[in-house]
C-alpha cells in the first residue's frame, strides 16, 4: 500500500544514494510564512502539496505569493515535475492561478536536459509529451524490446504509461549493456488528488538495486536544481534562501545540504493528517520552521 509510511521507509531505505546534511533537532512551529520575512530574502516553493495537490490550487497559496512579493521577497517554484516543459510548467502555475513569470520557475526536467548527450535516447515519457525541448534524437520507449536495446542512453520523464513489464525491459536491456539513465523526477512519489502517485525516482532506484551504477538522479534533494535556483539569485546569500517544502528526504534534506533555510509544509503534501515530530526524529531531519500551510 502507498502511505506516508511505506514511502517514508523507502526514502530511509535508499538514504545512502541520496546527499548528506547535518540538522539541528530544533524546529519552531509558525503561523506563516509572514513570521519569517525578516529572515529570508527568498522563498523557493515546492510545487506538490505546498501549492496544489494535483490539479487543484491550495487555499490562500496564490495570495500568499502575492504578499510574499509586496514585502520585497524573490519568488521561486522548484520542482521535480518532469513530465512537461517549461512552458507548459509557466501555464499550468498561471492556470492555477498564480502570478510566476518564466525565469521563476526551475524544474528537475530543466536540470535534466542538461544531462543528456548525444546519440538517441529511448524516452520515457507521457503520451502528450512531444519531447521538443530534449536536445538529441529521441524514440519513445513502450513495449518494443529491440527500441530498448538500441539507443545510448535512456531518458525517464513521466511514469503515466510505465508499468512493470516495461520496467523488466529496461531492467533486463540495461544488464545485458549498461548506457546511462537520467531520472528527470527523483521523488519516489507525489500527492495527488486520489492519493499518491510512483514517481520516476521510484523507478530508478529499483534498477539501482541492482546494482547497477549508471543511474543518474536530478532534481531534489540532488544538487544541480538547487545550483540552478542560486544562479537566478545573485547576490543573495544561502542563508537567506528558504525551501518550502512537503518531504523531509528531497525538499529539506536537498536545501539543508545546500545550507539553505527549511521550512516543512505539513497540511496538504506527504505528511497530511499526520503528526511529522515522529519522522523528523528517526530520520535525524529536522526542519527549523514548520507550518500547516504557507
Not at 536491456?173 to 546511462?180: E, H, T, Y
Request: net charge negative; with cysteine; aromatic share 8%.
Amino acid at each position: 500500500m502507498l502511505d506516508t509510511n511505506s514511502i517514508f521507509d523507502r526514502y530511509q531505505n535508499v538514504r545512502h544514494r541520496l546527499p548528506v546534511a547535518e540538522l539541528t533537532p530544533a524546529t519552531e512551529d509558525i503561523e506563516t510564512l509572514l513570521d519569517i520575512t525578516a529572515e529570508v530574502d527568498a522563498f523557493v516553493f515546492d510545487a506538490f502539496g505546498v501549492l496544489n495537490v494535483g490539479n487543484t490550487p491550495i487555499d490562500g497559496a496564490a495570495s500568499r505569493l502575492d504578499q510574499l512579493r509586496e514585502l520585497g521577497c524573490q519568488i521561486r517554484i522548484l520542482s521535480n515535475a518532469a513530465s512537461y516543459n517549461h512552458d507548459r510548467a509557466v501555464e499550468k502555475f498561471r492556470n492555477l492561478g498564480m502570478k510566476i513569470e518564466p525565469d521563476e520557475i526551475v524544474t528537475s526536467r530543466d536540470a535534466a536536459l542538461v544531462g543528456v548527450g548525444e546519440g538517441l535516447w529511448g524516452c520515457i515519457a507521457a503520451p502528450s509529451d512531444d519531447l521538443s525541448d530534449v536536445p538529441a534524437t529521441t524514440r519513445r520507449l513502450v513495449d518494443d524490446a529491440s527500441d530498448y536495446d538500441r539507443v545510448n542512453g535512456f531518458l525517464f520523464l513521466s511514469t503515466e504509461v510505465w508499468r512493470s513489464e516495461r520496467q523488466v525491459l529496461l531492467r533486463d536491456s540495461l544488464i545485458a549493456n549498461p548506457r546511462p539513465v537520467v531520472i528527470a523526477n527523483a521523488d519516489l512519489a507525489a500527492p495527488r488528488d486520489f492519493g499518491f502517485s510512483l514517481e520516476p525516482g521510484h523507478f530508478g532506484h529499483l534498477l539501482a538495486d541492482e546494482g547497477l551504477s549508471s543511474i543518474k538522479f536530478y532534481g531534489k534533494p540532488f544538487p544541480e536544481v538547487f545550483e540552478m535556483v542560486e544562479a537566478s539569485l545573485p547576490g543573495i546569500a544561502r542563508n537567506r534562501i528558504a525551501m518550502c517544502g512537503d518531504t523531509l528526504h528531497t525538499d529539506i534534506l536537498g536545501a539543508a545540504s545546500r545550507g539553505w533555510r527549511t521550512v516543512l509544509v505539513e497540511r496538504d503534501g506527504m505528511f497530511s493528517g499526520v503528526d511529522t515530530r515522529p519522522f523528523c526524529d528517526v530520520s535525524a531531519l529536522f526542519p527549523e520552521w514548520r507550518v500547516q500551510r504557507i
